[in-house]
């Protein structure tokens, strides 16, 4: 499982753009909000937004969104759902640079 969550945030670091995630969320909610084993996938929607998505031949689904940091700079946002439509991890990457 593991080795298919890098898997998910390396196809989708190597993507060049993602959606925003939305002003009324805030990055201190993120772990409020989306919870591992109980998030599903039509909240996230509901919450979050469409966003840039990878699906896999096992059905899993990789997301991902953009937080903004100000000054510019952004954190990505990496959310793992299984075929069933639940959300399993959960990662946050460096903060970086709009290009």
């Known amino acids: 499982m593991t080795r298919l969550f890098a898997l998910c945030a390396a196809v989708l670091l190597a993507g060049c753009a993602s959606a925003p995630l939305p002003g009324s969320v805030a990055r201190e909610d993120l ?21 840039r998505t990878v699906v896999f031949d096992s059905r899993f689904e990789a997301w991902l969104y953009e937080i903004p940091a100000g000054a ?9 759902l299984d075929p069933q439509g639940v959300v399993r991890k959960t990662r946050r990457g460096p903060t970086s640079t709009v290009q």
């Not at 909000?33 to 469409?50: I, N, S, W």
């Not at 510019?72 to 793992?80: A, K, M």
């Open 31 to 51: 772990a409020a909000r989306v919870v591992p084993g109980q998030t599903t996938k039509p909240e996230l929607l509901a919450t979050l937004g469409k966003t």
């Open 72 to 80: 510019g700079r952004y954190t990505e946002f990496v959310i793992l």
